[in-house]
């Protein structure tokens, strides 16, 4: 059974560094993109970034792009967001999504994590 | 940037069709997937590649994609089928998700 399993609740200031981790089990972790999804609250899913763990291959929204780093330790099957200064703005639950990759141009998600929500205030 | 627009709700009674619209400029020549998210949850896929249904969900769901506007339909709408649902496609080396469909089923 594939499980995305992410770490708890954070509650951080503005200016603090933090990241954030997915445990995968279930699969191969190297063999399929893993990424980030951001839903603020009461709003829409928004995608952050993805990476492939075999070849830390990374792919970044416009949007988050130098905000965020995505990252992935194959020992331990895990992976991670990691912000160096937070905003109020990055006040969100987070999802950690499991990615498919079939013909070209089709992609979508076919595992969720839990949520990791952060809250982000003074 | 390339945009998918949603209608923000839908309303259906119990046993009716509903339908979902995601419209975006060439819609068709993208592969488009369905996304249902219950309060309080992570989504879950029920749709991918325009029409193919994950294993467990319900034959109900169906989609279409042709022009510039992929459809998601729900054949028989069940009280369980109450949900936000986003459409999402991939372009320029992005996830592009719809701003989200509320579906009420009264």
């Known amino acids: 059974e594939v499980q995305l399993v992410q770490s708890g609740a954070e509650v951080k200031k503005p200016g603090e560094s933090l990241k954030i981790s997915c445990k995968i089990s279930?699969?191969?972790?190297?063999?399929?993109?893993i990424g980030w999804v951001r839903q603020m609250p009461g709003k829409g899913l928004e995608w952050v970034a993805i990476?492939?763990?075999?070849?830390?291959?990374?792919k970044y929204s416009p949007a988050f792009q130098g905000r965020v780093t995505i990252s992935a330790d194959k020992s331990i099957s895990t992976a991670y967001l990691r912000w160096s200064s937070l905003k109020a703005s990055d006040t969100a639950m987070y999802y950690c999504?499991?990615?498919?990759?079939?013909?070209?141009?089709?992609?979508?998600?076919?595992?969720w994590g839990q949520g990791t929500l952060l809250t982000v205030s003074s | 940037s390339y945009e998918l627009t949603q209608p923000l709700s839908v309303s259906v009674s119990p046993g009716q069709p509903a339908s979902i619209t995601c419209s975006g400029d060439?819609?068709?020549?993208?592969?488009v997937s369905w996304y249902q998210q219950k309060p309080g949850q992570p989504p879950i896929l029920v749709l991918y590649?325009?029409?193919k249904r994950p294993s467990g969900i319900p034959e109900r769901f169906s989609g279409s994609n042709s022009g510039n506007t992929a459809t998601l339909t729900i054949s028989e709408t069940q009280t369980m089928d109450e949900a936000d649902y986003y459409c999402?496609?991939?372009?320029?080396?992005?996830?592009?998700f719809g701003s989200g469909t509320k579906v009420t089923v009264l």
């Open positions: 990476i492939y763990p075999r070849n830390s291959e990374t």
């Open positions: 279930g699969y191969t972790f190297a063999n399929y993109w």
């Open positions: 590649e325009d029409d």
């Open positions: 999504t499991r990615h498919e990759i079939q013909n070209i141009g089709s992609y979508w998600i076919n595992y």
């Open positions: 060439k819609l068709e020549d993208k592969f």
């Open positions: 999402q496609t991939w372009d320029n080396y992005s996830y592009v």
